[in-house]
């Protein structure tokens, strides 16, 4: 899936904390940062809805794209057994393999759309 972006220079800046960037990070102003405060799900939604107005087209709400990402995990932790996959082959595995997995997981859903 390809991701087209209106905008060309365009960047997500996310932290746990509010404010702790400015610590270190002094040439991003004008950029907003957004806080998920450890929490993975706001971190998702965030990252969602950035790209959703990046982009301006419909994407999948971001209850969705979090329950989806939690029925993969579940659903690869049996493909990896299956597979025979080590723990650091899994962790040091190169993206275009996991992603290849991931279609392959998505090609045999029904209600992935």
Do not use: T
């Not at 706001?42 to 971001?62: D, E, T």
């Not at 650091?88 to 090609?107: C, G, H």
Request: charged share 30%; aromatic share 14%; glycine share 4%.
């Amino acid at each position: 899936m390809a991701l087209l972006l209106k905008k060309k220079n365009a960047f997500l800046i996310l932290d746990k904390l509010k404010y702790r960037y400015q610590k270190s990070i002094s040439d991003i102003s004008g950029n907003d940062i957004s806080i998920h405060n450890e929490k993975p799900e706001k971190a998702l939604r965030q990252v969602r809805n950035w790209i959703r107005k990046l982009n301006g087209n419909h994407i999948a709400s971001a209850n969705k794209i979090w329950r989806l990402y939690n029925e993969f995990n579940g659903d690869f932790y049996e493909i990896a057994e299956n597979d025979e996959l080590s723990a650091d082959e899994i962790l040091e595995m190169p993206w275009d393999e996991f992603y290849y997995y991931i279609q392959e997981w998505i090609k045999g859903r029904k209600d992935f759309v």
